[in-house]
């Protein structure tokens, strides 16, 4: 079983507000990402992390930004919160360094609702 | 081509039957496959991941890849209800230098009583 937190669950917030979506495993995987997903539509990355201090704009363009100080946590924030960004947000986390079985393992998710 | 492509569905099968999820790739990704559940509302969980051409198994569940055809299958045998979900395609390999998956936009199954 993957270890890896989200929090908050889920998130209803009015419009122009901060928000920071936590993430954190305790895998010590170097490589951590960022998915947006609005229901029953494809999975899009919107940040991933070689390793700290290493960050990356994903194929998806996001108003969010994302920082890397500790292997393990992995926060993305929103300066601004509009009803746009309402969406599911999935942290995921990766080893590809000292294994060939690079599996890559999803946390619970954050459901963000922004009024 | 899309990197990593899935038929939509929905597969509907029978309960007890063999449910085939199938998923063909480009040349872009070519080293590590990957198939994920995904039950509604939920984040997709990994359930199996191949890397040699051949099958692989794994309870009712059966990976196969080939490589020379660049198609990966998942086929779930005895299918449950609880099977109901949408099964995503990754692959990984040259894309982003190898550090980043390509998931395909996933195949929803509908297991009927």
């Known amino acids: 079983e993957a270890d890896i937190y989200q929090t908050p669950r889920y998130l209803v917030i009015g419009t122009g507000k901060k928000i920071t979506l936590e993430c954190s495993q305790t895998m010590g995987h170097d490589k951590m990402y960022w998915y947006q997903q609005d229901p029953g539509m494809e999975l899009h990355l919107i940040h991933y992390s070689y390793g700290v201090n290493s960050t990356e704009k994903g194929d998806l363009s996001s108003e969010s930004t994302v920082s890397r100080i500790r292997t393990e946590h992995f926060p993305l924030t929103l300066e601004s919160a509009r009803p746009s960004h309402t969406s599911q947000y999935l942290c995921a986390s990766r080893r590809t360094s000292g294994s060939s079985y690079n599996e890559q393992f999803f946390g619970p998710g954050t459901r963000l609702t922004v009024l | 081509q899309k990197e990593v492509e899935q038929n939509s569905g929905p597969l509907s099968v029978p309960e007890g039957a063999i449910a085939s999820l199938n998923c063909t790739y480009s040349?872009?990704?070519?080293?590590?496959f990957f198939w994920y559940r995904q039950y509604s509302g939920k984040s997709p969980e990994l359930i199996m991941s191949i890397y040699s051409n051949g099958d692989k198994e794994d309870g009712r569940f059966t990976a196969q890849l080939n490589k020379a055809s660049q198609y990966v299958s998942l086929l779930i045998r005895d299918s449950q209800p609880s099977d109901s979900a949408t099964y995503l395609c990754a692959g990984g390999g040259i894309t982003g230098g190898g550090n980043k998956l390509t998931f395909g936009t996933g195949t929803q199954l509908k297991v009927e009583l």
């Open positions: 040349d872009r990704v070519s080293q590590s």
